[in-house]
């Protein structure tokens, strides 16, 4: 309806381009998708299996999914954590046997930076949980980021009730979206290299 409002014609070909899709699953073959029936559900997921493919996609916004116990465990998405794995510099892993590096979030953070290599210039825009700021199993996750992006914003809003923060004044630190995880707004940028 908002579309509609603001005036995008829907009466051309060309789709609105926002696809149904899990995408921290890795872009598929469509080829064994399609049925002998009409299926929106196959045509959908060849679209998106096409958009993943996209090496052009330079802004990404986002407010990703907070879950520690994620469900999103297949190979691909798993050895893109590889890198943030790693001590600073990426010569040897984590020595911590535990990694909340698994959480949704930070594999929502890694595919998006995937993303901005892939097309060697770009913006990440997200909010998410300010965990991965002060944390030391994220150190080798800061170090890559920090490695890949020209420029990093951060805003952090705090709220995290379950460290009991407070405000310069000493009052409790409320989050503004009524969540107990504190959390941050991230800008990353990635500028295009100069190929002269």
Not at 5 to 11: V, W
Not at 183 to 196: A, F
Request: glycine share 8%; with cysteine.
């Amino acid at each position: 309806i908002v579309l509609k409002d603001t005036g995008y014609d829907f009466s051309g070909k060309h789709r609105l381009n926002v696809f149904l899709t899990n995408s921290l699953e890795e872009a598929g073959r469509s080829d064994g998708q399609m049925s002998l029936w009409d299926d929106p559900l196959a045509t959908e997921s060849i679209e998106a299996n096409e958009a993943k493919k996209n090496s052009g996609l330079n802004v990404i916004i986002g407010n990703p999914p907070y879950a520690v116990s994620s469900s999103n465990k297949g190979v691909w998405v798993e050895k893109l954590l590889e890198s943030y794995k790693t001590e600073p510099g990426g010569n040897q892993k984590l020595k911590e046997q535990k990694h909340s590096i698994d959480a949704d979030e930070i594999k929502f953070i890694r595919y998006a930076q995937e993303l901005i290599n892939n097309s060697n210039a770009g913006i990440i825009a997200y909010i998410n949980p300010h965990g991965y700021l002060d944390k030391p199993t994220f150190r080798g996750m800061r170090w890559q980021l920090m490695d890949c992006f020209d420029s990093i914003y951060i805003l952090n809003l705090h709220g995290n009730s379950n460290h009991q923060e407070k405000t310069p004044d000493g009052k409790k630190d409320e989050n503004v979206f009524d969540i107990q995880q504190g959390v941050c707004i991230n800008i990353m940028v990635k500028k295009m290299m100069n190929l002269l």
